[in-house]
């Protein structure tokens, strides 16, 4: 089944290994104050707002879960307290009132992301006053009554690559959940022209087809298109383009 601009599941559209289900616990807590945050800046492919956040932790990318359709509200009430967050987005054509309307959708449903720390985003994820159906996106570990579960970082090497590819929305770019599709993959490596330049991950092979794809473990692939053999050549951590 060829899959063009898709997330598995959903409708077709105009980093580096599966996936398990997110589950959370709710408790209540309090908002804490924070710095007077900057416009979100809107694009086609994605928001992403820059932010001033008090601390002295490593800020991180985490992946945020909204339940029932509750994407936009919850990432632009993290931006408007000052929240670096990222929400690619994708332009399609749907019939509606038997009238074919162009309209934004979330390239990953239900799906965006923030930077910033744990503790700082644990007030906002378990406020279940303003923000009920935020949730973090867990990674399990262990079997059994031993397993436990922490939310699941994107590296900033794979989030930038991921903006990159989502930044390209009429591409033939792939996106699967780990545990629905493998790519055949192969080694690490760095595009270095094109319109996918900087993009790090794997060399995949799909629909007959080179391309990278970046593999962020589990939770989803997402692949360029066909990115030419010569744009490439292996990564070293040192490398840039």
């Given amino acids: 089944?060829?899959?063009?601009?898709?997330?598995?599941?959903d409708a077709q559209r105009d980093p580096?290994?599966?996936?398990t289900p997110p589950r959370t616990g709710l408790t209540p807590d309090a908002l804490p104050e924070v710095s007077t945050p900057t416009e979100a800046e809107n694009s086609q492919?994605?928001?992403?707002?820059?932010?001033?956040?008090?601390?002295?932790?490593?800020?991180?990318?985490y992946v945020l879960r909204a339940t029932y359709?509750?994407?936009k509200a919850s990432y632009e009430y993290l931006a408007q307290k000052g929240i670096e967050v990222y929400h690619p987005t994708i332009f399609v054509y749907?019939?509606?009132?038997?009238?074919?309307?162009r309209l934004e959708e979330s390239r990953l449903p239900n799906i965006f992301f923030a930077q910033s720390t744990e503790e700082i985003?644990?007030?906002?994820?378990?406020?279940?006053?303003?923000?009920?159906h935020l949730r973090f996106y867990y990674r399990y570990a262990g079997l059994g009554n031993e397993r436990t579960k922490e939310p699941l970082i994107v590296p900033d090497r794979q989030m930038e690559s991921l903006k990159i590819i989502c930044g390209h929305k009429e591409a033939d770019n792939v996106v699967v959940p780990n545990d629905k599709h493998q790519f055949e993959k192969g080694e690490t490596v760095i595009v270095t022209d094109g319109d996918f330049k900087g993009v790090i991950g794997k060399v995949?092979?799909?629909?007959?087809?080179l391309r990278v794809a970046v593999i962020?473990?589990?939770?989803?692939?997402?692949?360029?298109?066909?990115?030419?053999?010569?744009?490439?050549?292996?990564?070293?951590?040192?490398?840039?383009?």
């Fill in 1 to 9: 089944m060829e899959l063009k601009s898709a997330v598995i599941g």
């Fill in 16 to 19: 580096e290994g599966g996936t």
């Fill in 45 to 61: 492919t994605g928001v992403s707002t820059n932010y001033i956040q008090p601390t002295k932790e490593p800020l991180r990318w």
């Fill in 69 to 71: 359709g509750r994407v």
């Fill in 94 to 101: 749907r019939m509606v009132n038997g009238k074919r309307k």
């Fill in 121 to 132: 985003l644990k007030t906002y994820v378990f406020d279940n006053v303003n923000l009920p």
């Fill in 204 to 209: 995949a092979r799909y629909c007959k087809q």
């Fill in 216 to 241: 962020i473990d589990d939770f989803l692939t997402i692949a360029t298109a066909y990115v030419p053999r010569g744009y490439l050549k292996p990564y070293t951590p040192n490398d840039k383009t």
